[in-house]
């Protein structure tokens, strides 16, 4: 439902359902004491939002994920204060567990995206639309494309949008940006023109202007939300995760770990070698996965209020939307019918290959070197494997401890670095693997 407020300024600005409107949760069926804690701290976090009490929110959301890990609720709502308070790398984190525990609410999905792309990361927001696009809006869809540095896709999403009778000013004035960002100025202008003001019309295309460059993606995200960037040295390490396998991964690592172990200890080191030259040779195509779309999301009730750039009131001159309630920009939280928490079905049962090394002691070096690399590493425990392709063996190096949706995404990030990665389940490793897994935990922060 949409909601305005008339402010100081009357230029409509773009309007991109990015809010994670949650569901009050309901944990019935959770056994233990943590519950009710659980329950009471994400209360506190949505009313401390509703109060523009960014800090506090996330201390109460913090603690509702750590008495309740797996909720993908709660993981949500983390997302949503981090990404109010500017901290885009604990955002994305915490959205990408949401959805590897089963969210599938579009909001969460645009929220997760748009800290990739304040990250530089277009590739692996684009990963994540292309994934969940039947179900998000054209209108958000093609303005979240054209912020990720696909201009020209979002540009005909919009446009088929606008096609298909589905014109609204929101849907106008986010092709009009999404011209604007693919530097087609004159188009730009004629759509933006729908609905500015003509006094109004410069202003505007100088704003979308003067952050249309490449390098100020965080820019333009940031005012998108009207939130302040901060310094974010990410998500606290005690939220990880990867520190809350569900019962059937613990089963399942306990029931390997002993061989593998033994295996690891009877390995006899191959003499120092040069890196694998041929990525192709080292890592053949894994089997495809499919993905059941369904998912867990568990009947979840979102309420959805449409944030961020004002639209023109009808009949009236244009008024600038805003958030609900307050002077808080994070008013997206919009509780809805208590729900069961949902059962996650992705979590941590995927890893990310990154490279291959003809010994195990080139191996390690390497993943030394990939961790420097790519930060986002550093919370993940490697996996060295040994394995014969052709004829020859290598030692693979992968990172565990993903979901389908996050691995999927830190491969993008690889890729665009110009490295080769691929992600696979831990049920279905690629082909050629020897039973002699090493795995390393990751050092704490």
Same mark, same amino acid.
């Given at each position: 439902?949409?909601?305005?407020?008339?402010?100081?300024?009357?230029?409509?600005?773009?309007?991109?359902?990015?809010?994670?409107?949650?569901?009050?949760?309901?944990?019935?069926?959770?056994?233990? #004491?943590?519950?009710?804690?659980?329950?009471?701290?994400?209360?506190?976090?949505?009313?401390?939002?509703?109060?523009?009490?960014?800090?506090? %929110?996330?201390?109460?959301?913090? %603690?509702?994920?750590?008495?309740?890990?797996?909720?993908?609720?709660?993981?949500?709502?983390?997302?949503?204060?981090?990404?109010?308070?500017?901290?885009?790398?604990? %955002?994305?984190?915490?959205?990408?567990?949401?959805?590897?525990?089963?969210?599938?609410?579009?909001?969460?999905?645009?929220?997760?995206?748009?800290?990739?792309?304040?990250?530089?990361?277009?590739?692996?927001?684009?990963?994540?639309?292309?994934?969940?696009?039947?179900?998000?809006?054209?209108?958000?869809?093609?303005?979240?494309?054209?912020?990720?540095?696909?201009?020209?896709?979002?540009?005909?999403?919009?446009?088929?949008?606008?096609?298909?009778?589905?014109?609204?000013?929101?849907?106008?004035?986010?092709?009009?940006?999404?011209?604007?960002?693919?530097?087609?100025?004159?188009?730009?202008?004629?759509?933006?023109?729908?609905?500015?003001?003509?006094?109004?019309?410069?202003?505007?295309?100088?704003?979308?202007?003067?952050?249309?460059?490449?390098?100020?993606?965080?820019?333009?995200?940031?005012?998108?939300?009207?939130?302040?960037?901060?310094?974010?040295?990410?998500?606290?390490?005690?939220?990880?995760?990867?520190?809350?396998?569900?019962?059937?991964?613990?089963?399942?690592?306990?029931?390997?770990?002993?061989?593998?172990?033994?295996?690891?200890?009877?390995?006899?080191?191959?003499?120092?070698?040069?890196?694998?030259?041929?990525?192709?040779?080292?890592?053949?195509?894994?089997?495809?996965?499919?993905?059941?779309?369904?998912? #867990?999301?568990?009947?979840?009730?979102?309420?959805?209020?449409?944030?961020?750039?004002?639209?023109?009131?009808?009949?009236?001159?244009?008024?600038?939307?805003?958030?609900?309630?307050?002077?808080?920009?994070?008013?997206?939280?919009?509780?809805?019918?208590?729900? %069961?928490?949902?059962?996650?079905?992705?979590?941590?049962?995927?890893?990310?290959?990154?490279?291959?090394?003809?010994?195990?002691?080139?191996?390690?070096?390497?993943?030394?070197?990939?961790?420097?690399?790519?930060?986002?590493?550093?919370?993940?425990?490697?996996?060295?494997?040994?394995?014969?392709?052709?004829?020859?063996?290598?030692?693979?190096?992968?990172?565990?401890?993903?979901?389908?949706? #996050?691995?999927?995404?830190?491969?993008?990030?690889?890729? #665009?670095?110009?490295?080769?990665?691929?992600?696979?389940?831990?049920?279905?490793?690629?082909?050629?693997?020897?039973?002699?897994?090493?795995?390393?935990?990751?050092?704490?922060?």
């Amino acid at each position: 439902m949409d909601r305005s407020i008339k402010t100081g300024s009357t230029a409509p600005r773009l309007a991109l359902a990015v809010s994670t409107a949650l569901a009050g949760i309901a944990l019935a069926g959770c056994s233990t #004491s943590a519950a009710p804690r659980a329950e009471v701290s994400f209360a506190s976090a949505q009313s401390a939002l509703n109060k523009g009490q960014i800090d506090k %929110a996330i201390g109460h959301a913090e %603690a509702a994920v750590l008495a309740d890990p797996r909720n993908p609720g709660f993981r949500a709502l983390l997302g949503a204060a981090y990404l109010e308070a500017g901290r885009f790398q604990s %955002a994305a984190t915490s959205f990408g567990d949401a959805l590897d525990l089963g969210d599938e609410n579009p909001r969460t999905v645009l929220s997760f995206a748009l800290a990739k792309i304040a990250l530089g990361e277009g590739r692996a927001a684009i990963a994540v639309l292309d994934e969940y696009a039947a179900l998000i809006d054209p209108a958000d869809l093609g303005l979240a494309m054209a912020l990720a540095g696909q201009p020209e896709r979002g540009t005909h999403v919009l446009i088929n949008a606008l096609r298909a009778n589905e014109a609204t000013p929101k849907l106008r004035q986010n092709l009009a940006y999404a011209y604007a960002l693919a530097g087609n100025w004159r188009a730009a202008r004629v759509m933006a023109a729908e609905d500015v003001p003509a006094d109004e019309l410069d202003q505007r295309l100088t704003q979308w202007a003067a952050m249309s460059a490449p390098e100020y993606f965080q820019t333009r995200v940031a005012s998108l939300l009207d939130v302040s960037p901060r310094s974010d040295g990410g998500q606290p390490q005690r939220l990880a995760l990867a520190n809350f396998p569900s019962q059937d991964m613990m089963v399942a690592e306990a029931a390997a770990q002993a061989p593998a172990e033994a295996l690891a200890e009877a390995t006899v080191e191959a003499p120092v070698a040069a890196p694998v030259a041929s990525f192709a040779d080292a890592f053949p195509a894994p089997s495809v996965e499919t993905v059941d779309p369904s998912g #867990s999301a568990g009947g979840v009730r979102y309420v959805s209020v449409p944030v961020v750039q004002a639209l023109p009131a009808p009949d009236a001159r244009p008024v600038r939307a805003t958030r609900v309630a307050g002077a808080s920009p994070q008013r997206r939280m919009a509780a809805a019918a208590p729900v %069961a928490a949902s059962t996650d079905k992705g979590a941590a049962t995927h890893l990310v290959q990154l490279g291959a090394y003809d010994s195990k002691i080139e191996a390690e070096r390497g993943w030394s070197a990939l961790k420097s690399r790519f930060p986002q590493l550093k919370d993940h425990d490697v996996v060295i494997t040994q394995a014969v392709v052709n004829g020859r063996t290598f030692w693979r190096v992968a990172a565990a401890g993903f979901g389908a949706m #996050s691995a999927k995404s830190m491969c993008a990030t690889i890729k #665009s670095a110009g490295r080769g990665c691929f992600a696979y389940a831990a049920t279905t490793p690629p082909p050629g693997a020897v039973d002699r897994s090493v795995r390393m935990a990751a050092r704490s922060k």
